[in-house]
């Protein structure tokens, strides 16, 4: 639902009934588009929200914690300074537009003034300016002066409301009754809500499509002309908070009741769960891409060096055809002739008795060819000793990666890529973001998927990093699982000194088995042994182990949440 002024006018109205009085404690900058103000209303601490964000423009409490930017931008640092320990004086909607005027007394050593904080929720064209007595203090979104705009908005200049709407206002009698007569005139007796609904989106100024649809249904029911019902139904319907779920994910919040809808106790509680849950979702896609992204230039790099190895290894593996040559010259010397591009000599080494025709450089006597091969020989046996363990090593590359990119795949939660963001910047693949200026290192643990089965525990890691942790606090006798020929988590059924069942085995492999990179196959195999057969190789990868005395199990995954 984009901020209308229908909504706008309940959620100031509860603004107002809950803020009052209430004093600024401290203002965060989150990003570039959204404030935090922490206030205390004397008789709890809460956090205000306002967001010029183009899809996301809002003003509403919010209980959701978000980390604030590393250094505060300019427009904070000003609001700090002038509104720092305000009182607010009350929270109000500028007529019926989508304007939420919040105005402030604010209070120094030597005097007092008043000051308003104007949050303008017009999506692309969202601001939060500061004034004093009409003149911008400062704004978070500036024009500059070269800029084709009607309105000025930086420090010092007049303030102006933005330019209404080509839109007809619910206060103007007289363009109701016009807009009245014109869907009348086109639709008669027989109109359809939705026809209604569009209509009135299209002429009146501040209301979203649900909300005129909502008029729609409400208007047919009652007897009213649409002129007089409309401005009675935006200015005092009475604010029934509800947040739409489907699926067990909000899709929408409303000050009305809707199909889906849940009650909830306020409209500010309703929007936050929706936009809060908007940005976690977003969010956890944006850093899933941002992981994935790194996983594949890491691939695409050893991918990269591991074919040119290969070629080389393919090169230097000549190095016994070039023994052979020069064991054929040097036995056949007294044969040949300084100056001779090439001789054909017979082969002892082929089972079949044939020949081999070998070049020869023409400036050099056939001692010194011979000399030659034996060089090209040994040099060849000397890569191949280097290149061939630089072979294993882009190959344990590829396969940390792949097993990293499956524990990406598989995360469902932010918290599941916590750890996996951690790993990548440990082991150089993505920059550390830049910490907050004086902010204190906070070690989250974050804890395993946990399930239960027949009196047992069954932990799973999340990724590479927990798996090795998880291998490390398991008990000898526990069992440890993973899934044979894919990537996938570790599973450890904590045996707590008693005999696992096979149920537990299977269900536990079943999890194991749902969180690889093999969820989608019919059935897949799973390994498992007592966590006591479990290695890990010194300087191994993260998640890199090896294991033995295991039996393996075929399974369906599945979740089993």
């Not at 209404?164 to 005139?185: H, N, V, W, Y």
């Not at 649809?213 to 007089?228: C, T």
């Not at 044979?484 to 069942?501: C, T």
């Not at 890990?536 to 393996?552: C, E, L, N, Q, R």
């Amino acid at each position: 639902m984009p901020q209308d002024a229908f909504h706008i006018r309940r959620l100031t109205e509860e603004l107002q009934n809950f803020l009052a009085g209430g004093k600024i404690n401290r203002i965060s900058q989150v990003d570039k588009d959204e404030l935090t103000f922490i206030i205390y209303t004397k008789k709890t601490t809460v956090k205000l929200i306002l967001s010029a964000n183009a899809t996301g423009a809002r003003v509403c409490l919010s209980a959701y914690e978000k980390e604030p930017a590393p250094i505060a931008p300019n427009f904070c640092m000003l609001l700090r300074k002038h509104l720092q320990n305000a009182e607010i004086i009350g929270v109000e909607q500028h007529e019926f537009e989508r304007i939420v005027k919040i105005t402030l007394h604010c209070q120094s050593d030597f005097s007092g003034c008043d000051r308003v904080l104007y949050c303008e929720l017009m999506g692309k064209y969202s601001n939060i300016v500061l004034t004093e007595k009409d003149v911008i203090l400062g704004a978070l979104k500036t024009t500059a002066l070269q800029d084709d705009s009607h309105r000025v908005l930086l420090p010092g200049a007049k303030y102006d409301y933005p330019a209404p709407q080509d839109k007809i206002s619910i206060l103007d009698e007289a363009g109701m009754r016009r807009m009245t007569d014109a869907f009348f005139e086109m639709h008669g007796e027989t109109w359809e809500e939705e026809a209604l609904a569009k209509h009135i989106f299209e002429r009146v100024a501040g209301l979203a499509l649900p909300t005129a649809r909502q008029l729609a249904i409400r208007f047919k029911r009652q007897k009213k002309p649409l002129y007089e019902f409309l401005p009675h139904f935006c200015l005092n319907e009475p604010n029934d908070p509800h947040l739409q779920i489907r699926d067990g994910a909000p899709t929408d919040f409303f000050a009305f009741a809707v199909m889906d809808g849940q009650k909830m106790p306020s409209l500010c509680k309703a929007e936050d769960e929706f936009y809060s849950g908007k940005e976690q979702k977003k969010g956890f896609e944006d850093k899933k891409r941002k992981l994935e992204a790194g996983i594949r230039a890491l691939k695409r790099k050893a991918s990269k060096r591991l074919q040119d190895t290969l070629e080389r290894i393919k090169e230097a593996e000549r190095a016994e055809e070039n023994r052979i040559k020069g064991e054929l010259l040097t036995a056949n010397l007294y044969r040949l002739e300084k100056g001779a591009k090439s001789v054909e000599l017979e082969n002892w080494y082929d089972e079949a008795g044939g020949t081999v025709k070998i070049a020869l450089d023409e400036t050099l006597s056939p001692a010194q060819n011979a000399q030659r091969y034996f060089k090209t020989y040994n040099k060849q046996k000397r890569t191949l000793a280097v290149l061939t363990p630089m072979q294993a090593a882009e190959e344990r590359e590829i396969e940390y990666a792949d097993s990293v990119f499956a524990s990406i795949k598989a995360a469902e939660y932010d918290e599941d890529l916590k750890e996996i963001e951690t790993e990548l910047i440990e082991a150089g693949l993505l920059r550390a973001p830049k910490a907050r200026a004086g902010a204190k290192k906070k070690e989250v643990v974050i804890p395993f998927r946990k399930y239960e089965h027949d009196g047992h525990t069954v932990l799973v890691g999340r990724n590479n990093l927990q798996n090795d942790r998880l291998l490390r606090q398991a008990s000898p006798d526990d069992i440890w699982l993973h899934t044979q020929k894919y990537h996938s988590s570790h599973a450890i059924i904590v045996a707590d000194g008693r005999q696992v069942r096979d149920e537990t085995v299977l269900f536990a492999a079943e999890i194991c088995a749902y969180y690889s990179d093999g969820r989608e196959a019919d059935k897949i195999p799973v390994d498992y042994c007592k966590r006591k057969f479990v290695k890990k190789p010194s300087k191994s990868k993260a998640g890199f182990v090896v294991y033995t005395d295991y039996k393996t199990i075929l399974v369906k995954p599945d979740a089993h949440k």
